[in-house]
């Protein structure tokens, strides 16, 4: 949640800056953070997810994503419009620090790996499933 946390202070920090010098740091930060939890959450989804469902998983979580962003930038560009550009980077900012907070109890390293765990365990009995068959 880290990263949800840097992304909210870029965003805060490309509100409060009119240097085009720390507004490019703080859009590279953000697209840093960004891309670097992207990476965590698909290595983690194919980590968790047995190989048949893997298709079906990533392609839900696309069309999720996918939408979310049409809808986000929908919804970015109305605010902005209506309350200025700076709006959409304070909302985006307290978004993150919201999402950083919230999601703090239920994504974190103890829930990580019981979710391995459980992983590995399914994957034993399909194993074990597998091999008992005729």
Same mark, same amino acid.
């Given at each position: ?10 965003? =805060? ?14 859009? =590279? ?45 929908? =919804? ?34 103890? =829930? ?23």
């Amino acid at each position: 949640m880290l990263n949800l946390l840097i992304q909210a202070v870029a965003y =805060a920090g490309i509100a409060l800056s009119a240097n085009p010098f720390v507004v490019a740091l703080m859009l =590279a930060l953000q697209s840093y953070t960004g891309s670097i939890g992207g990476v965590v959450g698909v290595s983690f989804r194919q980590a968790i997810i047995p190989d048949q469902l893997m298709g079906r998983v990533s392609s839900a979580f696309r069309l999720y994503a996918l939408g979310a962003m049409a809808v986000g930038a929908a =919804a970015g560009g109305l605010l902005a419009r209506s309350f200025g550009l700076l709006a959409s980077y304070w909302l985006s900012a307290l978004i993150m620090l919201v999402l950083s907070i919230a999601l703090l109890p239920v994504i974190n390293n103890r =829930a990580m790996a019981a979710a391995r765990l459980a992983a590995s365990v399914g994957e034993q009995r399909l194993a074990e499933g597998a091999q008992s068959r005729p």
